[in-house]
């Protein structure tokens, strides 16, 4: 059964820093690994999406990479500001005859103060 | 595209009611999924369907919870009787067709409260 874990499980930060989200997958025969942020109360939008033969992807200040054989993405968030506060998600498509059920990770809170 | 739609935003029911929430997937998604989003759990997926075809079923909790999608255009999920415990936010998500691999996009969730 695959398990998603996201360190840390909360992040605070100034406004400026580079900042690095992990994630961690036990299978790695996964079909993609999607990165989602949710506002309070809001629903998920979608951040970057990495197929499985990528090692990343870039979007604006986000950049995000995979490392399929050690079951691990990593999420780099550059010059980070207030906007940035919110909920990361991790989440795992597997593939195969389970394509399209993603598992989650727990999230990592971020808190990006002025 | 207005992106995935659900409805009601809010819903406030008593115990033993029916429930039911609503969705409509973007043109040409070929998948729809139905999510549950909890403190205690997190995300928890309870069905997805391809093609209007239910796929997976096995999260669904309990027989109370239904759901249906009679065209590509609509789906609903269903509580009845409902319970507090099913007190959540719940999510419809989207998703192309592979090989093109589009990733999921969510709606903006339907909140529940069942006292």
């Known amino acids: 059964k695959q398990e998603v874990t996201q360190i840390p499980a909360a992040l605070s930060v100034p406004e400026g820093e580079n900042l690095v989200l992990n994630c961690s997958f036990t299978d790695s025969a996964i079909y993609n690994l999607q990165w989602f942020r949710q506002d309070p109360g809001k629903g998920l939008t979608s951040l970057l999406l990495i197929q499985s033969s990528q090692r990343e992807q870039t979007s604006g200040r986000l950049n995000a990479s995979l490392d399929k054989s050690s079951g691990r993405s990593t999420l780099y968030i550059a010059a980070s500001q207030p906007g940035d506060s919110a909920t990361y998600l991790c989440a795992v498509n597997a593939g195969g005859t389970s394509y399209g059920k993603l598992t989650f990770g727990q999230g990592t809170i971020l808190t990006v103060h002025p | 595209d207005a992106g995935v739609i659900q409805s009601p935003r809010h819903e406030v029911t008593e115990m033993g009611q029916e429930v039911t929430l609503r969705c409509k997937p973007i043109?040409?998604?070929?998948?729809l999924f139905w999510y549950r989003q909890t403190m205690m759990r997190g995300l928890e997926l309870l069905i997805y369907?391809?093609?209007?075809?239910?796929?997976?079923d096995s999260g669904m909790p309990e027989d109370r919870f239904s759901a249906k999608m009679p065209n590509a255009s609509f789906s609903t999920l269903k509580i009845q009787p409902s319970e507090p415990r099913d007190s959540a936010v719940y999510f419809c998500a989207s998703s192309g067709r592979r090989p093109l691999n589009y990733g999921y996009t969510f709606g903006s969730g339907t909140r529940l409260t069942v006292v």
């Open positions: 043109s040409g998604h070929d998948y």
């Open positions: 369907f391809n093609n209007n075809v239910p796929i997976d």
